[in-house]
């Protein structure tokens, strides 16, 4: 259980850390949310649990396809604020599409041999 709270503190720390670096400095506070930290400490915690090369394998590759489809939300809710519309219906309409992409991958993408 004190690793799960552990586990949890660190990515509450990380997030915090994000929102208080972009207040200051937008550009950077992106850039460091950019970075696959989440997925980096996912993976050490996955491989302390269970050492298996294959299953830390089919991990990281599912990550990266599954990463594909979160990328078009940063471009919509920019484009949406920018013509006006609020923030909240921006993150939601963003939202939005990445499930429905995300669904769409995984459709599609065992259909072209990928393990997802």
Known sequence: MWHL???ALLAGVLI???AEVGKRMPALG?????LPLVSVLGMVFLWHAR????N???HAEATFWYVLPSLPMFLVIPALLRHGVSFWLALAAGCALTVGLYLGMMQIGPRFGLKL
């Open 5 to 7: 709270a552990a586990k």
């Open 30 to 34: 992106a850039l460091v949310a950019s």
């Open 56 to 58: 830390m394998a089919v």
């Open 16 to 18: 915090a850390a994000i």
């Open 51 to 54: 050492p298996d090369a294959e």
